[in-house]
């Protein structure tokens, strides 16, 4: 049904009022089957009024009034002011006119070119749109409403920014996606609300209890958050395999709440089905708590701890007595690791494949070693201002590791042209080379690794002593590299 077939949408409801559509107050509206218009008395007024069924959540900005078209009102219960809120709306209500007046006949409009598109193309179409905007198409016209609440479409979440009452919006969204299951929305599976600072525990608890089928969490960067919440979500979506709670200062652990604790006692540590979790700048997780999180997260295979810096090797120990399947781990920046710590990770073997210890001051040639002689399936390894790596660490680690495709040894002042030269002779797939300012790096190093990796894509020489010649002898060799210098003299 177009919008622009000749007929109106929406019809007056008998004995129907105008709805509060500020989901701000405390009243809540369940959404009905609109009633067909009947006209039951030539006597009676004219009159318009709003819709008793609501289209059930409309994201709106600051500045956005009251839906009023002179055919149908949604008015706000209390002012809002500053803040984007969910709204409750009508949808597009038509005029009611009496049976006895004959209105003048117009001609009727061209249709518009979407109204022309079938069903599963507007679909199809609402499907790259996010949360708030789908919200908004449903308000256009009675078949928009009905294409927009396709359950396709719903199978994610998506809301951002700093002012949105996410709270709210979770509240009207998740109710109106149970209306078919009371109580239960089994189509959700993605929820994203990265950095939307006014998300509160009261938030996820609604996820957690409306959202069993939930498999991917984004909360990055809402810091008010806390360990409970997060226990509800886990012990209340049994399918949740990605988790992202990077920023989540209060976040410690993650864990099942004690109710379902105590009911899986046996079994708890099985329970969380978490494979990929993202826990950077939580500064307050200590060794204790990534215990905790390695012994109910067993399945992990993805593990961020990026800026955990409380974290020792004490911790790692736990990580890898419990979570045996981790291939992507990332302590950067966990001052306290060191090459007792690179042991431990060591024990991994050949199911590791991604490693980041950047700026882990603690390591040195050592750690490195245990890496290389356990790890040999690595692709990738970022160590970058580790200074205590030297040409001896990076001729071990490419003797043992001769599949890696990243390197970024950056700002590691001890490695010459003779760690490149080993280098390049044995990891001849090499795509990614980071050298930046690495101080005994010259124009010799650069050509050798040039004339031995012809797949490199690119290459990172920032604040690095090496000639344009050099870098014009890299561009020949590896035409598809994208070469990162500081030499002005090189375009």
Request: proline share 4%.
């Amino acid at each position: 049904m177009g919008a622009n077939n000749g007929k109106q949408y929406g019809s007056e409801g008998k004995g129907s009022s105008s709805i509060s559509s500020d989901v701000s107050s405390s009243t809540d509206h369940t959404p009905t089957k609109a009633q067909k218009n009947v006209a039951t008395s030539e006597d009676s007024d004219l009159s318009m009024r709003t819709l008793s069924t609501p289209s059930p959540a409309l994201i709106c900005p600051p500045n956005l009034p009251g839906f009023q078209n002179g055919r149908g009102s949604s008015t706000s219960s209390s002012s809002v002011t500053g803040e984007t809120v969910a709204m409750v709306h009508s949808p597009p209500p038509t005029r009611l006119t009496h049976p006895l007046i004959r209105l003048a006949s117009r001609p009727q409009k061209e249709q518009a070119s979407i109204d022309r598109l079938p069903d599963h193309s507007v679909v199809r179409i609402f499907s790259f749109l996010p949360t708030n905007q789908l919200c908004r198409c449903a308000r256009v016209c009675r078949r928009w409403y009905n294409l927009a609440w396709d359950p396709r479409l719903w199978r994610t979440i998506r809301l951002t920014g700093e002012t949105i009452n996410v709270d709210r919006a979770l509240k009207v969204l998740t109710r109106r996606l149970c209306q078919d299951t009371p109580n239960v929305c089994l189509m959700l599976e993605t929820v994203t609300v990265s950095g939307c600072r006014r998300l509160t525990d009261r938030g996820l608890y609604t996820i957690a209890q409306c959202c069993p089928e939930l498999r991917r969490l984004e909360v990055s960067g809402c810091y008010n958050i806390s360990n409970e919440a997060v226990f509800d979500v886990v012990s209340l979506c049994p399918n949740l395999e990605h988790l992202d709670v990077s920023g989540c200062s209060k976040v410690t652990c993650i864990s099942l709440t004690r109710e379902a604790s105590i009911k899986l006692s046996p079994l708890h540590g099985k329970q969380i089905s978490i494979r990929y979790l993202d826990m950077t700048d939580c500064f307050v997780l200590e060794d204790e708590g990534l215990h905790t999180i390695a012994a109910h997260c067993t399945q992990l295979t993805h593990l961020y701890l990026r800026r955990c810096v409380r974290l020792t090797d004490e911790g790692l120990r736990y990580l890898v007595i419990y979570c045996a399947s981790i291939k992507e781990l990332s302590v950067s920046d966990c001052r306290f690791v060191s090459d007792f710590g690179l042991r431990e990770i060591a024990k991994l073997e050949s199911r590791l494949r991604y490693l980041s210890i950047a700026h882990c001051g603690r390591v040195t040639d050592v750690g490195i070693r245990y890496v290389a002689k356990y790890c040999s399936k690595l692709r990738y390894l970022n160590a970058r201002g580790c200074e205590g790596i030297t040409d001896h660490g990076v001729e071990y680690l490419a003797k043992n590791c001769t599949k890696l495709k990243s390197l970024d040894i950056g700002k590691c002042p001890l490695v010459s042209d003779t760690g490149l030269e080993c280098l390049a002779l044995n990891c001849f797939n090499l795509k990614r080379l980071s050298l930046k300012s690495c101080e005994s790096i010259t124009g010799q190093g650069l050509q050798i690794v040039a004339a031995n990796c012809f797949d490199l894509q690119t290459l990172n020489v920032q604040d690095c002593e090496v000639s344009v010649e050099a870098l014009r002898f890299v561009k020949r060799h590896c035409k598809r590299c994208v070469i990162e210098h500081t030499n002005p003299a090189f375009f």
